[in-house]
Every structure is written in structure tokens, then in C-alpha cells.
């Protein structure tokens, strides 16, 4: 079992900072004393005064780490994990939290929810802790002999190896059951193993694209169309996204044939359940897949990264705003903007604008999506010198505070929500406080459809739209018409996002077959798409963040591209 002495060590570079309460100080080291000497229950009877809410002290997160040390060595494991909780809530930034993540999965192992202490393992970044963590996995996972349970642990954890080798062990030496065969077969194949009993299948593996000179292109879709559950009746799908991209996909098949490159386009159907996706992979056809489109939950898209990477081909995730995925996998691309790139681009549009004032207000709605946003607006901010004068959700009172004045004013504001009312809220706060300054906003905290020019009463207002589309656009009006008269329907965004994507990786393997790193990296922007378009230099996520503003009664580009 791992030992916590590596911390033990650190403690003593905290006794002298600067203003440390001395009594605090000396409690403190008597607790840990007692814990090294094997008296827990002591130590811990010394540590508890510590831990109280009132305590601010840099030792109080230690004090909470300990005492849960001792509480898990006494067996005492509820109270372990509660004092680990009560620490994250209130230390969140401590840099030694993968410490606690990592007693918190030994406290999950010990009672055998091996599920949730996994998912504390993997939220471990710590290069020695991790080593450590994968020790521990290996101790509790190998002594479960329950092959039902491991089958469970794999279903939520297809990504984990240590919980694959311990399932292929089971198998080969308790089972003959067929399913339990062909699954040991996929998970030796996907894992690098060899495989010490036969089987009765051989799982495909790709080889290599053949350099794309077969002269097409094989597109995968791997989508949640979930078919079991279609019905042609039914008008309203929370999966309707699906059918719209794919729809669009097929238009830009017939225009990329008409450029003389021909796309084959197959179809997958997979949803939330990684099982799906590896079924996809392993299958014989998916392996002369040339480019990847889906698919958007998080486990079956971990299976996806993984598999384009060991392979070299593309994958791409047409709804994710976050980076992560996009670690260790450099031929994964997110189609969109990530939450970085769009904070990024627009505070720089922002910076660009006339103005001195380096102060700015920020305020964001409930979502996740709102949040990080506005966090990664004002890290960036930040690091530019610029004061954050204000920074509040949106469903606070914004009246009551009194925050930003006329005195105080910020050069600019900012507004991340996905309530389509709050950016009239915070319009309605500056126009009672008499300041006008420009306004950034996020497109979904308005009602882009219905704002009229009174609405922004003569403000200089800016929408971050990654939807945004140019009616105007000679190839908006065609696609519109072209997929009227074939869908008898109006295209949606998503049937337009696929048209777009589909043309552009269709176009890209075409000119640089199995140099599309390279085209992605030397590729300039065109002006040739239904939405804003791509760019990829030097990035895995799309670079184009369409910041758009009102002209003459309609919505047009504010920034150049």
C-alpha cells in the first residue's frame, strides 16, 4: 500500500511563513506526531480543534489530510471521506489534491464501490501519484474474482487497462462461454496482449490506409441515431441533431462528386454506451475508414481518439467545446471552438477595440458552458493586465450591488449565458447606472431572432455565434433551396454543420491524402462555406470564432477572420 511520507517531508517549509499562529503551529505538529507514532485515535482528537470552518490557516488542509488518514487507518472509513469532502470544498485549490483523490479511492475500494474510486484515479494528473494510484488499482482489482462484476467495471471503465487484463485473466481461466470469448478476443486486441487460451474468433485489425490512393475516401458517422428506437411518426427527437448532420453530410457528398472526389459515407449507429463503439471498431469494414465524423459522448469518443491515433487517421468531434479529449490525441479535432479558443479570440477582439479602460464586468448564467466560459474570459483578461471589477452569475440581483458605477466603470462587459433573457437584464442594470460601454455577449443570452436595434438602445453590442449564418451567402440560398425540395423541410444548423464538415475533410484528403496534418497546418481560410469555416493551424480545435454585431436591421461579421 502506498505510504503518505512524501508529504510528511513538506511540512516543515510551512512553520516558518511569515505570520503562522503560533498555537495552530504547535497542535498541528503534535497531531502529526501522534499519527506518526501509530496513535490515531490521539491524533486525531488533536487534529479535530484544526479542522473548524473558521480556520484559514495554510496548515488546514493538512490538518483535514491527516486526520482522514488516521480516521482510514482506524477503519473508520465514512469519516475518512467526509473530512476529505468538508477539505475540497473548502481548500478546491490545494495543490496536493490528487493526495486526497487518491486516499478518497482507497476509501472506495475498501468498501467496494470500485466504480467511483476508478473514476477518482483517473482525475489524477500528478505524475508520482499516479504511478502510485496504478498500484493501487492493480492490488483491489486483481483480487476480485466476480467475472459479472469485472464485465460491469469494463462497461464503465472501457478505456481502463488494468481492469481489461484482470477480465481477460478471469475468462481465459473460468470461462467457455462464447460472449465471454469473442470479449476476451476485443480486449486483447484493443489492449496489446497476447491471449493464452483460443478463441473462436479473430478480432480485424487495420493495418494501414493504403496512402489513400484507392482513389475514394471511406467517412465513418458514427452517430447516435439510436434506430431502435426510431419511428417515422414521431416529429421531435432528442437525437434529431443526428439525422440533420447526416442529411447535410449526403448534400456534401453529391457536391464533393461533382468536384470529382468521391466519399463513400458509412453509417454507425452509437450512442452513450462505449460497448457500441467498440463493436464498431472491431468490425471488418470500419477498418478501411479514412476519416472519423462522431461519435459525441464521452466514452465511446475516448474509444474514437484512441483508435485514430493508434491507426493515423482523423477524428473528428462535431459537438465538444472541451480540450480534453484532445490530450495525447494529436489527430483528434473538435469542430468547434473550444471554450479556451472562444474566450481567447474575443477578448482579443475586445483588447482590439478603441478604448484605454482596463477594467472590465463579467457575468454569466447556470450552465456549465456559462461558467467555464466566463472563468477562461477572465483568465485570460488576467494575463493581459486587465482588472475584473465584477464577476457574478446572472441570477443574482444585479441591482443591489453597487460594483460598477460611473466612477468605476469598466471599459467593457461581458455577458456568458445560456438564458436568453439575461442579456436584456444586464442591459437593463447598465442603462439604470447611465453607462454605456460596449457589451460582449454570448448568442444565447438573446434572443438573436427577435432583437431589434431599440432593443440594444444604440449600444455597441458583440455576439460570440459559432452559428452564425450569411443569408446572403450565394451557397446559403442554393443549400437552403436544395434541401427544401429533397428534405420538404427548412435545414437546420446541424444539417448545415455537416454539409460543412463533410466538404472540408472531404476536400482535405483529397489534395493531402495521408499528409492531413499538414494541410491542416498550411491550409489558408476560405470563404466557402455555409457557416464561418475552418481553421486548424496549429491547433485541434477550430480557430474561427465568428463575433458578429447589428448593421442596418440585420446581423453582420464584426471581425475579420
Given at each position: 500500500?502506498?505510504?503518505?511520507?512524501?508529504?510528511?517531508?513538506?511540512?516543515?517549509?510551512?512553520?516558518?511563513?511569515?505570520?503562522?499562529?503560533?498555537t495552530?503551529?504547535?497542535?498541528?505538529?503534535?497531531?502529526?506526531?501522534?499519527?506518526?507514532?501509530?496513535?490515531?485515535?490521539?491524533a486525531?482528537?488533536?487534529?479535530?480543534?484544526?479542522?473548524?470552518?473558521?480556520?484559514?490557516?495554510?496548515?488546514?488542509?493538512?490538518?483535514?489530510?491527516?486526520?482522514?488518514?488516521?480516521?482510514?487507518?482506524?477503519?473508520?472509513?465514512?469519516?475518512?471521506?467526509q473530512?476529505?469532502?468538508?477539505?475540497?470544498?473548502?481548500?478546491?485549490?490545494?495543490?496536493?489534491?490528487?493526495?486526497?483523490?487518491?486516499?478518497?479511492?482507497?476509501?472506495?475500494?475498501?468498501?467496494?464501490?470500485?466504480?467511483?474510486?476508478?473514476?477518482?484515479?483517473?482525475?489524477?494528473?500528478?505524475?508520482?501519484?499516479?504511478?502510485?494510484?496504478?498500484?493501487?488499482?492493480?492490488?483491489?482489482?486483481?483480487?476480485?474474482?466476480?467475472?459479472?462484476?469485472?464485465?460491469?467495471?469494463?462497461r464503465?471503465?472501457p478505456?481502463?487497462?488494468?481492469?481489461?487484463?484482470?477480465?481477460?485473466?478471469?475468462?481465459?481461466?473460468?470461462?467457455?462461454?462464447?460472449?465471454?470469448?469473442?470479449?476476451?478476443?476485443?480486449?486483447?486486441?484493443?489492449?496489446?496482449?497476447?491471449?493464452?487460451?483460443?478463441?473462436?474468433?479473430?478480432?480485424?485489425?487495420?493495418?494501414?490506409?493504403n496512402?489513400?490512393?484507392?482513389?475514394?475516401?471511406?467517412?465513418?458517422?458514427?452517430l447516435?441515431?439510436?434506430?431502435?428506437?426510431?419511428?417515422?411518426?414521431?416529429?421531435?427527437?432528442?437525437?434529431?441533431?443526428?439525422?440533420?448532420?447526416?442529411?447535410?453530410?449526403?448534400?456534401?457528398?453529391?457536391?464533393?462528386?461533382?468536384?470529382g472526389?468521391?466519399?463513400?459515407?458509412?453509417?454507425?449507429?452509437?450512442?452513450?454506451?462505449?460497448?457500441?463503439?467498440?463493436?464498431v471498431?472491431?468490425?471488418?469494414?470500419?477498418?478501411?475508414?479514412?476519416?472519423?465524423?462522431?461519435?459525441?459522448?464521452?466514452?465511446?469518443?475516448?474509444?474514437?481518439?484512441?483508435?485514430?491515433?493508434?491507426?493515423?487517421?482523423?477524428?473528428?468531434?462535431?459537438?465538444?467545446?472541451?480540450?480534453?479529449?484532445?490530450?495525447?490525441h494529436?489527430?483528434?479535432?473538435?469542430?468547434?471552438?473550444?471554450?479556451?479558443?472562444?474566450?481567447?479570440?474575443?477578448?482579443?477582439?475586445?483588447?482590439?477595440?478603441?478604448?484605454?479602460?482596463?477594467k472590465?464586468?463579467?457575468?454569466?448564467?447556470?450552465?456549465?458552458?456559462?461558467?467555464?466560459?466566463?472563468?477562461?474570459?477572465?483568465?485570460?483578461?488576467?494575463?493581459?493586465?486587465?482588472?475584473?471589477?465584477?464577476?457574478?452569475?446572472?441570477?443574482?440581483?444585479?441591482?443591489?450591488?453597487?460594483?460598477?458605477?460611473?466612477?468605476?466603470k469598466p471599459?467593457?462587459?461581458?455577458?456568458?449565458?445560456?438564458?436568453?433573457?439575461d442579456?436584456?437584464?444586464?442591459?437593463?442594470m447598465?442603462?439604470?447606472?447611465?453607462?454605456?460601454?460596449?457589451?460582449?455577449?454570448?448568442?444565447?443570452?438573446?434572443?438573436?431572432?427577435?432583437?431589434v436595434?431599440?432593443?440594444?438602445s444604440?449600444?455597441?453590442?458583440?455576439?460570440?455565434?459559432?452559428?452564425?449564418?450569411?443569408?446572403?451567402?450565394?451557397?446559403?440560398?442554393?443549400?437552403?433551396?436544395?434541401y427544401?425540395?429533397?428534405?420538404?423541410?427548412?435545414?437546420?444548423?446541424?444539417?448545415?454543420?455537416?454539409?460543412?464538415?463533410?466538404?472540408?475533410?472531404?476536400?482535405?484528403?483529397?489534395?493531402?491524402?495521408?499528409?492531413?496534418?499538414?494541410?491542416?497546418?498550411?491550409?489558408?481560410?476560405?470563404?466557402?462555406?455555409?457557416?464561418?469555416?475552418?481553421?486548424?493551424?496549429?491547433s485541434?480545435?477550430?480557430?474561427?470564432?465568428?463575433?458578429?454585431?447589428?448593421?442596418?436591421?440585420?446581423?453582420?461579421?464584426?471581425?475579420?477572420?
Amino acid at each position: 500500500m502506498r505510504k503518505s511520507f512524501f508529504l510528511i517531508y513538506l511540512f516543515p517549509f510551512f512553520m516558518y511563513a511569515q505570520g503562522v499562529d503560533a498555537t495552530y503551529e504547535r497542535e498541528y505538529k503534535r497531531g502529526v506526531a501522534l499519527y506518526k507514532s501509530g496513535d490515531f485515535a490521539s491524533a486525531m482528537s488533536a487534529l479535530t480543534p484544526l479542522t473548524a470552518r473558521k480556520y484559514t490557516h495554510g496548515l488546514a488542509p493538512f490538518a483535514h489530510y491527516y486526520w482522514s488518514l488516521a480516521a482510514l487507518k482506524t477503519n473508520r472509513l465514512s469519516e475518512s471521506r467526509q473530512m476529505l469532502m468538508q477539505l475540497r470544498e473548502r481548500f478546491p485549490d490545494w495543490k496536493k489534491m490528487d493526495d486526497v483523490r487518491y486516499v478518497l479511492a482507497d476509501v472506495s475500494f475498501q468498501e467496494k464501490q470500485f466504480g467511483e474510486a476508478l473514476d477518482y484515479l483517473e482525475e489524477i494528473s500528478t505524475p508520482s501519484v499516479k504511478k502510485e494510484a496504478e498500484n493501487l488499482k492493480r492490488f483491489y482489482v486483481n483480487k476480485l474474482q466476480d467475472i459479472a462484476y469485472l464485465k460491469s467495471l469494463n462497461r464503465q471503465h472501457p478505456a481502463d487497462k488494468t481492469v481489461a487484463l484482470a477480465l481477460i485473466d478471469m475468462i481465459q481461466r473460468t470461462s467457455n462461454e462464447k460472449s465471454d470469448l469473442e470479449l476476451s478476443d476485443q480486449l486483447t486486441n484493443r489492449f496489446g496482449v497476447v491471449s493464452s487460451k483460443p478463441t473462436s474468433q479473430v478480432t480485424p485489425v487495420r493495418q494501414s490506409n493504403n496512402n489513400l490512393q484507392k482513389g475514394y475516401y471511406n467517412v465513418a458517422v458514427a452517430l447516435p441515431f439510436r434506430l431502435k428506437e426510431f419511428s417515422p411518426n414521431q416529429r421531435a427527437r432528442t437525437n434529431q441533431f443526428a439525422y440533420d448532420m447526416y442529411e447535410g453530410m449526403k448534400l456534401a457528398k453529391a457536391k464533393l462528386q461533382q468536384e470529382g472526389i468521391l466519399v463513400n459515407l458509412f453509417t454507425y449507429d452509437v450512442s452513450n454506451d462505449p460497448e457500441e463503439m467498440v463493436n464498431v471498431v472491431n468490425n471488418a469494414n470500419f477498418a478501411q475508414t479514412d476519416l472519423l465524423i462522431g461519435p459525441v459522448y464521452n466514452e465511446p469518443a475516448k474509444l474514437a481518439a484512441d483508435y485514430a491515433e493508434s491507426n493515423n487517421i482523423f477524428y473528428v468531434h462535431p459537438t465538444s467545446l472541451a480540450t480534453d479529449i484532445l490530450v495525447n490525441h494529436a489527430n483528434t479535432l473538435l469542430l468547434q471552438p473550444s471554450f479556451e479558443r472562444q474566450a481567447q479570440q474575443s477578448f482579443d477582439f475586445m483588447r482590439s477595440q478603441p478604448s484605454t479602460n482596463r477594467k472590465l464586468a463579467i457575468y454569466y448564467g447556470a450552465t456549465r458552458r456559462d461558467s467555464t466560459l466566463a472563468a477562461s474570459y477572465k483568465t485570460k483578461a488576467t494575463e493581459a493586465g486587465y482588472q475584473t471589477i465584477d464577476f457574478r452569475k446572472t441570477r443574482e440581483k444585479l441591482d443591489s450591488s453597487a460594483t460598477i458605477t460611473e466612477v468605476n466603470k469598466p471599459g467593457h462587459v461581458v455577458v456568458f449565458s445560456s438564458t436568453e433573457t439575461d442579456g436584456n437584464k444586464v442591459l437593463n442594470m447598465l442603462n439604470k447606472r447611465r453607462i454605456n460601454v460596449p457589451l460582449l455577449a454570448s448568442s444565447l443570452a438573446f434572443n438573436m431572432q427577435n432583437v431589434v436595434a431599440s432593443t440594444l438602445s444604440g449600444r455597441e453590442v458583440y455576439i460570440i455565434d459559432t452559428e452564425f449564418i450569411d443569408t446572403s451567402k450565394a451557397q446559403v440560398r442554393d443549400f437552403q433551396t436544395n434541401y427544401l425540395t429533397k428534405r420538404n423541410t427548412i435545414p437546420s444548423i446541424y444539417a448545415m454543420q455537416g454539409y460543412d464538415a463533410l466538404l472540408f475533410f472531404g476536400r482535405l484528403l483529397h489534395k493531402y491524402r495521408n499528409q492531413v496534418r499538414t494541410g491542416l497546418d498550411t491550409r489558408v481560410f476560405e470563404d466557402d462555406y455555409l457557416l464561418s469555416g475552418f481553421n486548424y493551424k496549429s491547433s485541434n480545435d477550430n480557430q474561427v470564432v465568428p463575433i458578429v454585431k447589428m448593421d442596418d436591421m440585420r446581423w453582420v461579421l464584426a471581425n475579420g477572420q
